[in-house]
């Protein structure tokens, strides 16, 4: 029997769904490929016991997405929407120069950072992921498919959320897979807390996704260019052009809705508060139970990006002139300075250090100490270090494939897992003694094969508990 293919695409107007999705029956096998309209997309293939089986299934899958307003059309008859780039002017600083003690320049305007105690990361719009040591030295490189949007941190793992809708695990020496967003996200900014991750988008909506890849909820926010999103235990906070929401973690039951000035770009947290950067030049701190406003921090031009000290002791905002400033708690303005390299689209403070990523690609380090603000207030600013990578540094690109070992790999170390099949999906499983046999293991999507044994560096357990996550370098046992 010829194999039979529906082909069906949801376009829809103003920014919205623009994605195809195909289903092939071919006897006992169903092929499903879907993606964005103008791409290749992603594609699955699930067995079956018998033909009458997977016939249901195909028409089961084709239902669905028609009752979703699907309708049949012809492959490339409709062209690719381009992906959304944050492009905004960025003006040059009248204030004094800032203490840059070093700053490294990736190659293309950068929104992804990430600094903790081991290392700098920085993500550009070209997919060039570089990490650096606090001192300013690059140690590695990666290159991912299309533009960075953010990199987060979920306890041991590092994530770069991409402009083609995946997240990847950056904490490997190759990048893996984690996440593959729905095929109409266009992704402004995401967050992750314990294994679950949260993406806001160009549509303004908000979706989270648990450790399987799989959704769990989305919720369509009151305005689009959805910027922020924070996740902790209990919530995930959602800012957008007409403010900034509060949804629950479990069911995205919304909790409340707060009005801010102007759109929101950018947002921060503590404990008990977050932070949303607006475009009418103020960085608003909302508490997180109720929505309330504690502070406003005023700047002089619309802010991109926000940070804090631990606590919320000091708040830093970068606006979109090429200035940085400093508030105390309560919002009196300490400071304001100018970088040099462009406008902060990210920060993040680390140490007595505020480090930024900027308009121009620059991945910069400024001394936030109270001498050196003074000596910069008063004109003096130590000479910048331009880091340079070293020449002919690898760029390190995402694969599909592992290195395949024999048994006796184990002896060195590490856990072992095993991929099986369940329900038509293929889930990963402990195998190594001292474990909970009954949890699944959080594993990159696209080197799953059934039946396959892996070694890993090791696993821990979710912060929740209920399933384990892999870590560290992935090999196949033969």
């Not at 992704?187 to 806001?200: A, K, Q």
């Not at 001394?367 to 008063?378: K, L, P």
């Not at 340079?388 to 599909?400: M, N, R, T, Y």
Request: charged fraction near 25%.
């Amino acid at each position: 029997m010829a194999s039979q293919s529906t082909y069906l695409e949801l376009s829809e107007d103003g920014g919205g769904s623009h994605k195809f999705y195909e289903v092939v029956l071919d006897g006992t096998q169903v092929t499903i490929t879907y993606g964005r309209i103008g791409e290749s997309g992603q594609t699955k293939t699930s067995s079956f016991t018998t033909p009458e089986k997977a016939a249901a299934a195909a028409a089961k899958k084709v239902g669905e997405k028609v009752r979703k307003g699907y309708e049949s059309a012809v492959r490339g008859a409709r062209q690719a929407r381009p992906v959304t780039r944050r492009s905004i002017v960025s003006s040059r600083s009248t204030a004094r120069q800032a203490p840059v003690l070093w700053r490294f320049a990736s190659g293309a305007a950068a929104f992804g950072i990430f600094v903790d105690a081991e290392r700098c990361w920085v993500g550009n719009q070209r997919g060039d992921v570089y990490t650096l040591t606090h001192d300013g030295t690059v140690t590695g490189r990666f290159r991912l498919p299309d533009g960075v949007k953010c990199i987060v941190a979920d306890d041991f793992w590092i994530y770069a959320g991409a402009d083609d809708g995946k997240v990847y695990d950056l904490s490997g020496k190759v990048p893996r897979v984690a996440y593959e967003i729905a095929e109409d996200v266009d992704i402004y900014w995401l967050d992750i807390h314990d294994g679950v991750l949260g993406v806001s988008d160009r549509a303004g909506r908000i979706t989270t996704i648990d450790h399987e890849d799989e959704f769990q909820w989305a919720r369509t926010g009151q305005g689009d260019s959805a910027w922020m999103v924070r996740c902790d235990d209990e919530a995930v906070y959602h800012g957008h052009s007409a403010g900034v929401a509060r949804y629950d973690a479990a069911d995205g039951a919304p909790v409340w809705q707060s009005g801010v000035q102007g759109a929101v770009l950018f947002g921060w947290q503590e404990a008990d508060s977050v932070y949303a950067g607006t475009s009418r030049g103020a960085v608003h701190r909302l508490r997180k139970s109720d929505g309330r406003t504690e502070a406003v921090y005023r700047c002089d031009a619309t802010v991109f990006s926000c940070a804090t000290a631990p606590g919320g002791r000091y708040v830093f905002a970068g606006d979109n002139h090429s200035s940085v400033y400093c508030f105390d708690a309560d919002g009196t303005r300490l400071w304001k300075l100018a970088t040099g390299c462009g406008s902060a689209f990210s920060m993040q403070y680390l140490d007595d250090r505020l480090y930024i990523v900027t308009t121009d690609g620059t991945l910069a380090c400024i001394d936030a100490t109270e001498a050196a603000i003074r000596a910069a207030q008063e004109g003096t600013v130590p000479e910048p270090v331009d880091v340079k990578a070293a020449a002919g540094l690898a760029a390190v690109e995402p694969a599909a494939t592992v290195e395949i070992v024999s048994p006796e790999a184990q002896v060195d170390g590490g856990v072992v897992v095993e991929c099986f099949q369940e329900s038509g999906r293929l889930r990963v499983r402990v195998i190594s003694e001292g474990y909970e046999s009954g949890w699944n293991v959080q594993f990159p999507k696209n080197v799953r094969e059934a039946g396959a044994r892996y070694l890993v560096e090791g696993v821990r357990s979710s912060g929740r508990g209920g399933f384990y996550r892999a870590y560290g370098d992935i090999r196949r046992l033969l």
